[in-house]
């Protein structure tokens, strides 16, 4: 059994060079990464496409072997299946069974975790909650579903063994703002429930403020590392936020601030994000005065 106190994650050296046909070096997709992801993180490895993300994750899995170095996962070698029952895969594209529909899949995948019938008959409903399809789309065969459905009814399925570690390839591909907002709702649940989430995700703007910890791999390679305010934090500009100032004593502020010598200010509005302001029209189109419908439960000043 994994010890409680181990790591979530741990990879030393981790490397993966694709062969050609004839074994031959082709790519070399992950290139020495040396990781930790502690218990309870939400964790992103972010990059643009090809830059090893979903190799990580196979790797991890026991999916593909390392060329080099070596991964722990929950305290247990990578792909060692004494921890699958404690792992949750939201693959980057998930291969459905497309005569079946929202309800079965997730019956299905319960059975082969050996989830017993009662426990099933009330999971099953809890987790198609949690991911948003409704009762119509809970009958519909996985053929008609939309691609945001298919991502939504992956995530129900990553959680059906009630995972301590989830890890998400690409989450929130596919989804709209709505649906976007809703899987970093969901991610962020799943965080305060002690869980450890891993996500890997080209649209760093998606996922950047749920994540704890990011690193950015580009061409195999780890980028940069830690946390997401510190990283985004530019240490040499300092903003004041303020309320209600005339533009007489924006005029007089800058005066002052040049009487100390600092000369080189912008005085401006703040400006929200697109999403953000798509999400407030969104708000006051479904006449929601508190601010809150049930697709946006994030908080109104999160970017
Ligand atoms: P990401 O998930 O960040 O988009 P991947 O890990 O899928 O990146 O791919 C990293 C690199 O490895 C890319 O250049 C990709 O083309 C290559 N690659 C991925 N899988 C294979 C494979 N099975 N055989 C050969 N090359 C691969
Ligand atoms: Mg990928």
Known sequence: MAAATSEAIETE?????????????????????????????????????????????????????????????????????????????????SYLYRFLNGEEILKFYGRLFKIDRRTLNKRVPELLDIVGLDAKARKRKLREYSKGMARRIGLAQALI???????????????????????????????????TVLLCSHLLADVQDVCDRITILFRGKMQTLG???????????????????????????????????????????????????????????????DGKTTAYTGSPEAK
């Open 13 to 93: 050296h981790l490397t993966k060079v694709y062969k050609d046909f004839w074994g031959r070096d082709k790519v070399r997709a992950l290139d020495d990464l040396t990781l930790t992801i502690h218990r309870g993180e939400v964790f992103g490895l972010l990059g643009p496409n090809g830059s090893g993300k979903s190799t990580t994750i196979k790797l991890l899995l026991g999916l593909i072997f390392p060329t080099r170095g070596s991964a722990r996962i929950l305290g247990q070698p990578a792909g060692s299946t004494a921890i699958n029952e404690k792992i949750g895969f939201l693959p980057e594209e």
């Open 161 to 195: 063994n009630n995972p301590e570690l989830i890890l998400l390839d690409e989450p929130t591909t596919g989804l709209d703002p709505i649906g976007t907002r809703e899987m970093k709702d969901l991610i962020l649940s799943l965080k305060e429930q002690g869980k």
């Open 227 to 289: 946390a997401v305010k510190d990283l985004l934090q530019v240490k040499d500009v300092t903003n004041i936020e303020t309320r209600g100032m005339s533009e007489g004593q924006i005029k007089q502020l800058q005066l002052n601030l040049s009487g100390m010598g600092v000369n080189d200010t912008k005085i401006t509005h703040p400006t929200t994000s697109l999403e953000d302001l798509f999400m407030r029209i969104v708000r006051e189109n479904t006449g929601n005065g």
